[in-house]
């Protein structure tokens, strides 16, 4: 499917999902930067956290279908292939991104060795997301409102999600990073800055260091003002480089 765009085609999957030519190459390249970055970390220490400036993003991709700018899931492949080839039994998956990971939540959703945590908001695409969806007790869902900002976001992850996490005792952390909660964001309505994206940040610095010897893969998510996305990636990044 995605290898038959031709030249100077364009081909529509959804209201949101568009292949162009290049689309194919661009999602296995995405896909595959999240495999090398695991490799990496749990390879010869060399390196213990990675961030995946990737395009196009992946959490809305499902087992069976492309959606939501998403083609492949690359934290989902990323998370597999540290089962099936590194052989890891416990994986947390923390995804801050403002839209649901709904793609993460179904190919996860009858996996006990993934634990998927994520804040979005809700009422937004794609619909999913709520508390009581969770899969065998490894989703937690945590929707925040229209409106929202840095306190109950902070509040939210430092007393809930982020007590789960340590609890799981992952051996490596997965970050769908999505910017897109920023107060900026013309998708969205929560209201969080580059710094509240450096504090989550640090915190899974420290759910990896204590648990999985500091493992850390982080993969580009979403964000649409092209400002705020450049500056909270900075803060990310700056946060995996400080921590």
């Known amino acids: 499917m995605l290898a038959a765009v031709a030249a100077g085609e364009m081909r529509r999957l959804d209201e949101d999902t568009v292949l162009s030519p290049g689309s194919a190459e661009a999602a296995l390249r995405a896909a595959g930067a999240a ?15 990675a961030f995946c400036a990737v395009r196009p993003p992946g959490h809305h991709a499902t087992r069976e279908q492309a959606m939501g700018f ?11 292939h540290a089962l099936a080839v590194h052989g890891l039994k416990r994986v ?6 403002v839209h649901h990971g709904n793609g993460t939540q179904d190919i996860f959703w009858r996996e006990p060795r993934v634990l998927f945590a994520s804040s979005h908001q809700m009422p937004l695409y794609p619909g999913s997301g709520q ?8 989703i937690l869902n945590r929707p ?3 409106g929202d900002g840095p306190y109950l976001f902070r509040e ?3 007393g809930d999600l982020l007590p789960r996490l340590h609890a799981f005792r992952p051996q490596l952390v997965l970050v769908s990073a999505g910017f897109d909660a920023h107060e900026r964001d013309p998708l969205a309505d ?7 994206y450096a504090w989550i940040t640090a915190k899974l610095v420290d759910l990896a260091d204590r648990h999985a010897g500091g493992r850390l893969v982080s993969s580009l998510e979403g964000g649409y003002d092209l400002a705020a996305l450049a500056a909270s990636a900075a803060a990310h990044v700056e946060a995996l480089l400080e921590a």
């Open 131 to 138: 508390p009581d969806e969770r899969g065998t007790g490894n």
């Open 156 to 158: 939210l992850w430092e």
């Open 190 to 196: 929560l209201c969080l800055g580059s710094e509240d």
């Open 70 to 80: 998403c083609l492949f899931n690359n934290v989902a492949v990323a998370a597999a």
């Open 35 to 49: 495999v090398a970055a695991v490799d990496a970390v749990l390879g010869d220490g060399h390196a213990r956290r």
């Open 92 to 97: 947390a998956i923390a995804d801050f991104d």
């Open 144 to 146: 925040l409102s229209a």
